[in-house]
């Protein structure tokens, strides 16, 4: 089941900030304008929508973060305590039974033919550069030998978290967890199924196989010296530091190229805005989480409601 696990987590990861423009084109929006002032308890950005009776905060996320770091909840709290409840990024799953299932009739999707050394199959420019990431790391070939090229990406790609102890499942899981105390229901804004995509990893061709084990190095080669930076100021609304050292992940560029795999990346955004359009139907607060990338990109969330004529106070207003 591990594989599986890490096949799911190929499809998963990308989703909270799907469907963007390459990252480093740093194609912020210009339409909505976002005021930032030093308040008393420095926190998340927040931005609110609102319809009538309802209103939505948006509190844009960024990941990977330290492990066990220190920021100010209390104005996402004080959100929390009356709202109907809180909307988590969409995102894909695999049951036991259908992992199982997967493994044992289709494990050939997963990984390399007769047991081929994944190295093997890469250029020798991209085999250094991957070895050498490998080697920092402390791990061995064998960790990542059999894996089909996309997966053993992920698994270094894994391991170099670890290593920097960085974590993907935050902030989500401790507004979660917050949430649950207070007694507002949390949800994601929709599920899909990932084992028809995983299915498709064969499809992928020598040079898509390259671009996404190249797209993944570049993620961890930006991550190493911005992840800290991005997380410090995520965590003091400090959104112009944010932006320098934030940028979405160029591996799901990779995943995209995946038959059907680009319709549900679109598909990730389009049911973020009609989870918000759905919200603002209904009397009172709901909070939502957002990747700040899939926010404020231009064409991203925000855009598009305001585009619908919705108001939106931005932070600070």
């Not at 194609?27 to 909505?32: A, P, V």
């Not at 991550?223 to 934030?246: C, I, R, V």
Request: glycine share 6%; charged share 20%; aromatic share 6%.
């Amino acid at each position: 089941m591990r594989a599986i696990a890490l096949a799911a987590f190929a499809v998963l990861m990308p989703l909270a900030s799907a469907a963007q423009a390459p990252p480093d084109e740093q194609d912020w929006s210009q339409g909505i304008e976002t005021v930032v002032v030093t308040a008393h308890r420095p926190g998340p950005l927040m931005w609110t929508v609102r319809k009538g009776d309802a209103t939505v905060y948006l509190l844009g996320t960024v990941d990977p973060l330290p492990r066990n770091l220190a920021w100010d909840d209390t104005q996402l709290r004080a959100v929390l305590a009356d709202a109907r409840q809180l909307l988590l990024p969409a995102g894909a799953s695999v049951g036991i039974a259908e992992g199982l299932w997967f493994l044992a009739w289709h494990s050939h999707d997963i990984y390399l033919p007769d047991e081929t050394p994944m190295e093997s199959t890469l250029p020798d420019g991209l085999r250094k550069r991957f070895v050498a990431l490998r080697e920092a790391l402390h791990q061995d070939a064998d960790r990542y030998a059999g894996l089909r090229v996309p997966l053993a990406a992920l698994r270094i790609e894994s391991d170099f978290l670890k290593a920097h102890d960085l974590v993907v499942d935050e902030p989500a899981d401790s507004i979660t967890r917050i949430a649950r105390r207070l007694g507002v229901r949390a949800r994601p804004v929709a599920e899909y199924e990932a084992l028809p995509l995983l299915r498709q990893l064969p499809t992928l061709s020598k040079a898509e196989n390259e671009a996404c084990m190249n797209d993944a190095l570049d993620d961890m080669d930006r991550l190493g010296p911005n992840a800290a930076g991005a997380a410090q100021a995520w965590a003091a609304g400090d959104l112009e530091t944010l932006k320098a050292h934030y940028s979405d992940a160029r591996f799901q560029s990779c995943l995209q190229s995946m038959p059907g795999s680009a319709a549900l990346f679109k598909r990730a955004v389009n049911d973020s805005v009609g989870a918000v359009n759905e919200a603002l139907a209904v009397p009172g607060k709901t909070v939502m989480l957002v990747s700040i990338g899939q926010l404020l990109k231009k064409e991203g969330i925000l855009d598009r409601l305001a585009a619908q004529g919705l108001s939106i106070a931005v932070p600070g207003s």
